[in-house]
Nanobody, 127 residues
Framework: QVQLVESGGGLVQAGGSLRLSCVASGRTFSNYGMGWFRQSAGNERAFVGGISRNGVNTYYADSVKGRFTISRDYAKNTVHLQMNSLKPEDTAVYYC????????????????????WGQGTQVTVSS
């Protein structure tokens, strides 16, 4: 079992920045590919970005490419999502997820690749 706890959400004006963090506990952090998803009212949970087990590869949804950056800190068992140039359409609950069965270089895009999920953190961007 892996436990994931997100933090860092909040209210920010359009154009601003937020940094989300997700702390993993319970198993070896480097064994998991990590991802961020988001879900806004009335919509399905959607992929935002992911990072491979070894931290070498990242992949982002087109809607956030160039604005969001994922990184992972193995010493602190933490994955971060740095969000810049935020837009009102980025408003959602953001979820951290861990995937057990990805190869070290792979990034999971599909929700079904992820076995463990955090409780989510709300991000609200005002216009």
């Amino acid at each position: 079992q892996v436990q994931l706890v997100e933090s860092g959400g909040g209210l920010v004006q359009a154009g601003g920045s937020l940094r989300l963090s997700c702390v993993a506990s319970g198993r070896t952090f480097s064994n998991y590919g990590m991802g961020w998803f988001r879900q806004s009212a009335g919509n399905e949970r959607a992929f935002v970005g992911g990072i491979s087990r070894n931290g070498v590869n990242t992949y982002y949804a087109d809607s956030v490419k160039g604005r969001f950056t994922i990184s992972r800190d193995y010493a602190k068992n933490t994955v971060h999502l740095q969000m810049n140039s935020l837009k009102p359409e980025d408003t959602a609950v953001y979820y951290c997820a861990a995937a057990s069965f990805l190869s070290p270089l792979s990034v999971g895009v599909d929700r079904s690749k992820y076995d463990y999920w955090g409780q989510g953190t709300q991000v609200t961007v005002s216009s």
